[in-house]
Nanobody, 122 residues
Framework: QVQLVESGGGLVQAGGSLRLSCAAS????????MGWFRQAPGKEREFVAA????????TAADSVKGRFTISRDNTENTVYLQMNSLKPEDTALYYC???????????????WGQGTQVTVSS
């Protein structure tokens, strides 16, 4: 079992930055690939970024490439999402997720956090 707790969300003006954190507890963190997803009201949950178990391979959705960066610290059992140049369309509830061994851009992750709200004002 893996427990995930997101933090770092908030209200920011367009063009601003936020750094989301996701703290994991439970089974060996380094055996899980990690992902960030988001869901806006009335929309489906969508992939944002993912990172491999070692942190050596990362991927991001086209909509956030060049603006968002995913990283992880296996000594701290934490994954991060640095979000720069935020846009109003980035407004959503952001979820952290863990998937055993291999990353995915789909929502087929094994464990999910409760989410942290990001609101970008224009």
């Amino acid at each position: 079992q893996v427990q995930l707790v997101e933090s770092g969300g908030g209200l920011v003006q367009a063009g601003g930055s936020l750094r989301l954190s996701c703290a994991a507890s439970g089974r060996a963190f380094s055996t899980y690939a990690m992902g960030w997803f988001r869901q806006a009201p009335g929309k489906e949950r969508e992939f944002v970024a993912a990172i491999s178990r070692s942190g050596g391979v990362a991927t991001a959705a086209d909509s956030v490439k060049g603006r968002f960066t995913i990283s992880r610290d296996n000594t701290e059992n934490t994954v991060y999402l640095q979000m720069n140049s935020l846009k109003p369309e980035d407004t959503a509830l952001y979820y952290c997720a863990a998937r055993y061994l291999v990353t995915s851009t789909r929502t087929d992750y094994d464990y999910w956090g409760q989410g942290t709200q990001v609101t970008v004002s224009s």
